[in-house]
């Protein structure tokens, strides 16, 4: 694909994106998210109403009038995307492939920490570390992490969630605003994910397809795993057969439900054919509750 099909297909991501994130999500990512607490601003007139506690006495007693302290919040914040782009991700049965709604999630995420001036910053992963993009701003640096997210050849083939996370332990030393985005087909990462939890903020996005939730009787078909490229046939016919591939999927997500749980981490589930905007918007309302 030329340069000029590439900026085309990240141009459109960009302009179904900003425009959801500034019209809509600005005002609830930053109510969502916090800074890190409030700073002396300036000294002003007391005005009626004003919090006596506010009163700067100095300044008061100088002045022969009351003034008060004005404080304003310290907003600026670190976002890390970590991004799963294994081949697991790149399945659908809906309008949209998971990797395709991982990649506009990541873009919202971006450009409403970019309105409120926070650094963003992106992790690809595998089952190795694909690609480190270090915390910056700017809409230039937005368009480069969408465009690694959609064009990066990956070169592994499986997921290790666990290591993508202690590679953010590494990088990151100070607490960021974390999103892990990903389809959680994998186990294995309680330990990192624990450790992190401590240090940072971490809010676990899991993006699945309905059909892969429950597999659908349709007779005999012939599967390839993504990840492995084994194919094997599977009788769908087979209530056994069903029973043991949902199970598969259940013990996933209860894994990944109970680390988050237990580690006091937000984490939401969003289906393919699910309007990822109405999720988004109702855990950012009720994250500021």
Known sequence: ???????????????????????????????????????????????????????????????????????????????????????????????????????ELAAVLAFSASINNDKVGAILFSDKIEKYIPPKKGRSHILRIIREII????????????????????????????FVISDFMVQGYETALSIASRRHDLVGLHIY???????PNVGVIRTKDPETGDQVFLDTSSRRVREEYNAWYEGNYEYFDKIFNKNKADHVSIATGEDYIKSLLQFFKKRAK
């Open 1 to 103: 694909m030329d340069a000029t099909e590439i900026l085309k297909k990240v141009r459109k991501v960009e302009i179904k994106t900003r425009s959801i994130s500034k019209q809509i999500f600005s005002g609830e990512y930053h109510s969502a998210f916090k800074g890190r607490g409030m700073s002396f601003s300036e000294v002003r007139d007391y005005h009626y109403g004003d919090d006596v506690r506010n009163i700067d006495w100095n300044v008061t007693a100088r002045t022969g009038s009351a003034h008060i302290k004005v404080f304003e919040e310290e907003r600026e914040l670190t976002v890390m995307l970590l991004i799963d782009i294994s081949q697991s991700a790149v399945f659908g049965t809906k309008v949209q492939f998971k990797n395709e709604i991982i990649t």
């Open 151 to 178: 064009y990066h050849q990956t070169e592994g083939s499986g997921t290790n969630l666990s290591m993508a996370i202690e590679y953010l332990n590494n990088v990151q030393k100070k607490k960021t605003i974390s």
């Open 209 to 215: 397809d309905q059909r892969e939730k429950e597999m």
